[in-house]
């Protein structure tokens, strides 16, 4: 069981992508907003973070940025679920830098994939 | 180039833009549908058939607008603007938008201001652009954080230029310099109104082009402690002197 926090602004697929975690014995929080994201991340300890990098007024990247920078987030596990092309948006040595287990590009990503990527990542990280 | 030439090209870059858009938002309604799909095997839930139908009309009606944004704009000085009661269509805006509320908690508010004739539009352009404004606008609200119970409030006022329909909400970040920089945008960036929403906005731009085509447009507008968008448009002549 392991503990996820899935940044997500669209409030439907928030609820749908969390039904699906838990679903797989995953406990989830969500938050729609970097604000909410940071006083989340404050409040609670999280194993795994899903990130939206469209959010609005912020860029997710920025949020990526924030977590690094704190030793306290630094061992929390990153997927990028984004709905744009990870060409668009990261070079491999950014990934690298910001510590990014994986980038999903939303639109080709079925719940299966995602959750399956969340156990490998996280079998990884206790292996 | 002469000056014909390049507002031809103009054109047709406006639209290949407009595409690009649409293509773009129409993303969104498709993972929803295709997501909900698959949560509805692997929970055994059929329930959701429901949301997965919902989610396929809401981008059906998105490319509608954006078909009849094209069919208008191909008109041209030829489409058929007629007299129209600013008041029962947005009126009938509210309650579609009413019928959202399954997925969005709404106030949906109501206020005309004053009393008027009809104005000059084209009445299923006029209502295509309205919804398409607030259901972006219900989008954008719902991606904020919940301080109080948020309202999309629909409105029609006087204005010296003539009579203004606005639709507002509590969300913030929307200014003009904001929205001038996102007409350019639309189309190339992700995130062309990145203050607002974390979509690419696409109805406002199709909602933009259906307004252009009855000699209106868009503008960032204010009311109370709400901002949103409105667009003017002509009193009907017509019945005035009736």
Partial sequence: MNRILLVEPDQYLAEVYSSALQHNGHIVSVARTVSQSVNLLDAEQFDLMILELKIAQHNGIELLYEMRSYVDWNKIRIIIHSSVPEQKMMTSKTMAQLDVDKYLFKPRTTLSELCQSVEQIMSRQYS | ?242
């Fill in chain 2, 1 to 242: 180039m002469t000056a014909q030439t390049y507002h031809k090209q103009q054109i047709e870059d406006d639209k290949s833009r407009l595409f690009i858009a649409l293509a773009e938002q129409m993303k969104a309604p498709l993972i929803k549908a295709s997501r909900t799909a698959e949560l509805a095997r692997m929970m055994q839930d059929n329930t959701r058939l429901n949301e997965i139908e919902y989610i396929a009309d809401m981008g059906l009606d998105l490319i509608d607008s954006y078909i009849l944004s094209l069919k208008l704009q191909a008109a041209g000085e030829d489409v058929q603007l007629q007299s129209v009661s600013l008041s029962a269509t947005l009126n009938d805006v509210a309650h579609s938008l009413q019928k959202l509320q399954s997925a969005n908690s709404f106030d949906i508010e109501l206020h005309i201001v004053g009393k008027y004739g009809p104005i000059m539009a084209h009445p299923a352009g006029l209502h295509a652009a309205l919804m398409n404004i607030g259901k972006v606008l219900m989008t954008a609200q719902s991606e904020r954080e919940i301080t109080s119970r948020p309202v999309i409030k629909l409105t029609a006022r006087r204005t010296p230029r003539g009579i203004a329909a606005g639709i507002f909400s509590t969300v913030d970040g929307l200014d003009a310099a904001t929205f001038a920089k996102s007409r350019k945008l639309y189309g190339t960036a992700a995130q062309p109104l990145s203050q607002l929403t974390s979509e690419n906005g696409a109805g406002i731009f199709i909602a933009d082009s259906l307004l252009q085509t009855m000699s209106s447009s868009l503008r960032v507008s204010h009311y109370k402690k709400l901002s949103g968008l409105a667009a003017t448009f002509m009193p009907s002549q017509q019945l005035t002197l009736v």
